[in-house]
């Protein structure tokens, strides 16, 4: 049973151009949503959180975008670099002192 | 602030073997949470230590176990190596009264031949 489902898997784009994850979770429980974003040979790196009582967050390039209703977020990367080229993962947890569960992953590449 | 450190980086063993691996959290983190990667099942939490005692378990056999020492220190242990369990094994530390916040090692990549 996946709880989170992450799309697409892999993704392709142009250097400057604007980079767009999306998940999609099932239980309503969910209230935390982190990105990680993962190099090869590195673990995974928090890169930018939301909790439901915002619908968007943004931090420099990268902003996640928060639809309660529709139990979905995304991640957006602005101006897509080709140091940006990674894995990234969602995931989602409950409140208190819960696992993270994780999206599968989508694999980022930025050409020039 | 030294991140979490793993050790060793690379395993290999051979089925039926037991293995090892530990875990140095953030300084101040007194969580640690295991998890598997791999490329077929992504990211499956293992289990989580707090201040010794586990709290809380994901969905894998007994031959999985872990523990806690109390400098926050983790050790995970794997007997009875088959080779499914080959992937990269990766601990994450969370400092109390962070909302789940988890910062994550290296890994250890096990190779079961």
């Known amino acids: 049973q996946q709880q989170v489902k992450q799309s697409p898997q892999s993704l392709i784009v142009q250097k400057g151009g604007i980079s767009i994850i999306n998940c999609a979770y099932e239980?309503?429980?969910?209230?935390?949503f982190p990105w990680y974003q993962q190099f090869p040979g590195k673990g995974p790196a928090l890169l930018i959180a939301i909790r439901p009582d915002v619908s968007e967050k943004k931090e420099g390039r990268f902003t996640i975008s928060f639809n309660k209703s529709a139990k979905q977020f995304s991640l957006h990367i602005m101006d897509s670099q080709p140091g940006d080229s990674a894995t990234y993962f969602c995931a989602a947890s409950m409140s208190g002192n819960t696992p993270l569960v994780f999206g599968k992953g989508t694999r980022l590449s930025v050409i020039a | 602030k030294a991140g979490v450190t793993q050790t060793p980086r690379y395993l290999i063993k051979t089925r039926g073997q037991q293995v090892t691996l530990s875990c140095s959290p953030i300084?101040?983190?007194?969580?640690v949470s295991w998890y598997q990667q791999t490329p077929g099942q992504g990211l499956q939490f293992l289990f989580e230590y707090f201040s010794e005692t586990q709290r809380n378990k994901g969905n894998f056999p007994g031959r999985f176990s872990g523990r806690q020492f109390s400098n926050s220190r983790s050790e995970m242990n794997v007997s009875t190596l088959e080779l499914g369990d080959s992937a990269l094994y990766l601990c994450?530390?969370?400092?109390?009264?962070?909302?789940?916040?988890?910062?994550f090692g290296p890994g250890t990549r096990l190779t079961v031949l």
């Open positions: 239980n309503t429980a969910f209230d935390y």
């Open positions: 994450a530390s969370k400092r109390d009264g962070s909302y789940n916040e988890q910062f």
């Open positions: 300084s101040g983190h007194r969580s």
